[in-house]
């Protein structure tokens, strides 16, 4: 199917995608695509349910942004309760967001509060799952030229395409076994060790220990942690 495909298809970034074979070769990719457009800044976001209480730091996936800044954002506001995550939700055309929009000009002007001017949205979603996200570009410019925009939104989805492809896809679970990812799920779900031991029928000896296996591969030190990358990595959602 992809050779039947290969006269239809037209994009500049064919070369520098095909030879991607990891998550630093796809930063480069999005980085240099965000430079060349004069945008500062990048950010691929896995949307998940429209009325999850989100934090934009666990919802990245993949970005450049000024460390420690979308932390810094979650401390204050809620990603969830913004407008333009709602808008995510709601349609799939891509879009500009400017500071100064009426639309823009409330308590949930994401832009303000991350310290832009502009933000171009791409939704895209992974062709094999459905699973649906957004390649955020961001600076301080007042606008794009509508040319640029498509170009970029047509640049943005190509990069994507493959992006999930050959990095997101490949996690299978972290080498987490069926049982831990059934405790971690239940995890996210708030469940305390006792709560999750009676709904998996098991001690709750057993649900700590497998807690503590999952922190290990995981590479993290706490359970917030151990969620927040479970759901960035699509181990679960």
């Known amino acids: 199917?992809?050779?039947?495909?290969?006269?239809?298809?037209?994009?500049?970034l064919r070369n520098d995608l095909e030879k991607a074979l990891n998550r630093v070769d796809f930063f480069r990719i999005f980085h240099t695509m965000t430079l060349r457009f004069g945008f500062n800044h990048f950010g691929i976001l896995q949307l998940g349910n429209e009325n999850d209480a989100c934090m934009l730091s666990t919802r990245l996936v993949l970005h450049d942004l000024?460390?420690?800044?979308?932390?810094?954002y979650d401390k204050?506001?809620?990603?969830?309760d913004s407008l333009f995550y709602k808008t995510l939700h709601t349609s799939i055309i891509s879009s500009v967001w400017r500071s100064g929009d009426p639309d823009c000009a409330n308590g949930q002007n994401l832009l303000v509060q991350l310290g832009f001017e502009l933000l171009l949205s791409v939704p895209v979603h992974a062709a094999a799952t459905g699973a649906r996200y957004a390649v955020l570009f961001l600076g301080d410019g007042n606008d794009i030229a509508r040319s640029e925009h498509f170009e970029l939104t047509y640049d943005a989805i190509c990069a994507f395409d493959y992006f999930y492809r050959i990095a997101l896809s490949n996690k299978a679970g972290m080498g987490?076994?069926?049982?831990?990812?059934?405790?971690?799920?239940?995890i996210s779900h708030g469940k305390t060790a006792s709560e999750i031991a009676l709904i998996v029928s098991v001690s709750e000896h057993t649900v700590n220990s497998h807690t503590a296996t999952i922190l290990k591969k995981l590479d993290v030190v706490?359970?917030?942690?151990?969620?927040?990358?479970a759901i960035r990595e699509q181990i679960i959602q």
């Not at 199917?1 to 500049?12: I, W």
């Not at 204050?76 to 969830?80: L, N």
Request: proline letters at 5%.
């Open 222 to 229: 706490n359970r917030t942690q151990m969620v927040a990358k």
């Open 66 to 72: 000024p460390s420690g800044l979308a932390e810094e």
């Open 1 to 12: 199917m992809a050779s039947l495909l290969e006269n239809h298809r037209r994009y500049d």
């Open 76 to 80: 204050r506001h809620r990603f969830g």
């Open 176 to 186: 987490l076994t069926p049982r831990e990812t059934e405790i971690l799920k239940w």
